[in-house]
T-cell receptor
């Protein structure tokens, strides 16, 4: 089946630093990747949609300069949290759609900013 | 845009009982309705899905029903087991965008 590999699974960083999260589609080409943020006991909130070779589309209220998304190839999409602050601490997860398997999620990244 | 409402937010049942989770959607163009199970700290896992040309789909103890006219779909779990305890999310999307809108989630607790 379709597999999306996400790294790192968890990261602790200091306030003001940047963190990069990678999502790779291992056995299919992901022309689109969705990036979500999930707070404890809450649903998945779509942050942005990345498309290979073009600019990402951000949801209302999401700062595009803070959450940099790059989708340079059909198998790799990255989310960089720049100048991270404690309020950015959350569970970040990517998802790629496929006609056969619906939406395949990465394993998620637990970000803690101290 | 699409709006998905999910109820209940918490569902507590005894082992062996059935559990039903309901979702409604607003966009009549939505035609794909997946259900996900998410255990604490892990990725959501697709457990069953249904497309708008089908009214019901079953996979062992899990079934999903869809009422396009009323714009609601439901997840049914029979003979619940403690390992069914998790958060369940419904979602709706249209074929054009593939962007799913998720419900708020239902925390299912199955007591042994």
């Amino acid at each position: 089946g379709a597999v999306v590999s996400q790294h790192p699974s968890w990261v602790i960083c200091k306030s003001g630093t940047s963190v990069k999260i990678e999502c790779r589609s291992l056995d299919f080409q992901a022309t689109t990747m969705f990036w979500y943020r999930q707070f404890p006991k809450q649903s998945l909130m779509l942050m942005a949609t990345s498309n290979e070779g073009s600019k990402a589309t951000y949801e209302q209220g999401v700062e595009k300069d803070k959450f940099l998304i790059n989708h340079a190839s059909l198998t790799l999409s990255t989310l960089t949290v720049t100048s991270a602050h404690p309020e950015d601490s959350s569970f970040y997860i990517c998802s790629a759609p496929s006609r056969t398997y619906g939406y395949t999620f990465g394993s998620g990244t637990r970000l803690t900013v101290v | 845009g699409e709006n998905v409402e999910q109820h209940p937010s918490t569902l507590s049942v005894q082992e062996g009982d059935s559990a039903v989770i309901k979702c409604t959607y607003s966009d009549s163009a939505s035609n794909y309705f997946p259900w996900y199970k998410q255990e604490l700290g892990k990725r959501p896992q697709l457990i069953i899905d249904i497309r708008s040309n089908v009214g019901e789909k079953k996979d062992q103890r899990i079934a999903v029903t869809l009422n396009k006219t009323a714009k609601h779909f439901s997840l049914h779990i029979t003979e619940t087991q403690p390992e069914d305890s998790a958060v369940y999310f419904c979602a709706a999307s249209s074929g054009g965008s593939y962007i799913p809108t998720f419900g708020r989630g239902t925390s299912l607790i199955v007591h042994p």
